[in-house]
């Protein structure tokens, strides 16, 4: 989390992907409960990340009765953003689902005045994300979707994210005179 102060930002180093995966509907309430069969807790990460993709392509093949072909995560991103496995593109549109009402989660609970999606995964597939239910999912808080309606996101495409945060701090806390 970044916390704007007059013309100084202060980094909040947490850990929101381990908050409690909340399920939006009855697909997710399967997916979450199949989960809980393996692990004592879903959490948002569990699903939501690179390595949670192959969980929810599982678990929604489980659901539907689709029969899969085990794969590798790299395969299974490949096939679901350039489209060449309908079920894996499926998937990838859950997953951005989720990823929307989680974002959104996060905004209302943290009062964020804009979101920022980092990392390397978000802008292989930004195309998928737009047309996917993430927006209408990150805006769908009942009596709040006014309000989230008016929070902006934006993804980095930097490359190298983290370095550029590194490097931004590391120059804001020292004085080069």
């Given amino acids: 989390m970044l916390v704007r102060q007059g013309d100084r930002d202060t980094v909040i180093e947490t850990e929101g992907g381990h908050i409690g995966f909340a399920p ?29 993709f192959l969980m ?6 489980a659901i539907e ?15 679901a953003i350039d489209g060449s496995d309908t ?7 859950r997953f951005c689902a ?8 996060y905004a209302l609970a943290q009062g964020a005045q804009g979101v920022v999606i980092a990392g390397g995964l978000v802008p292989r597939f930004i195309d998928v994300l737009k047309a996917s239910p993430f927006l209408s999912r990150f805006q769908a808080k009942g009596r709040f979707e006014t309000m989230m309606q008016t929070i902006p996101i934006f993804v980095c495409t930097h490359p190298e ?17």
Avoid: C, N
């Fill in 24 to 52: 939006f509907d009855r697909v997710e309430q399967e997916i979450a409960r199949r989960l809980l069969g393996r692990f004592l807790r879903v959490s948002v990460e569990r699903l939501v990340s690179g390595p949670g």
């Fill in 56 to 61: 929810v392509y599982e678990g929604l093949a």
């Fill in 65 to 79: 009765g689709h029969a899969i072909v085990p794969v590798d995560d790299r395969t299974l991103w490949t096939k």
């Fill in 87 to 93: 079920f894996a593109r499926a998937a990838l549109e």
């Fill in 98 to 105: 989720m990823l929307g009402s989680a974002l959104g989660d």
């Fill in 161 to 177: 994210p983290g370095l550029l945060g590194a490097a931004t701090s590391l120059l804001e806390g020292h004085d080069h005179a």
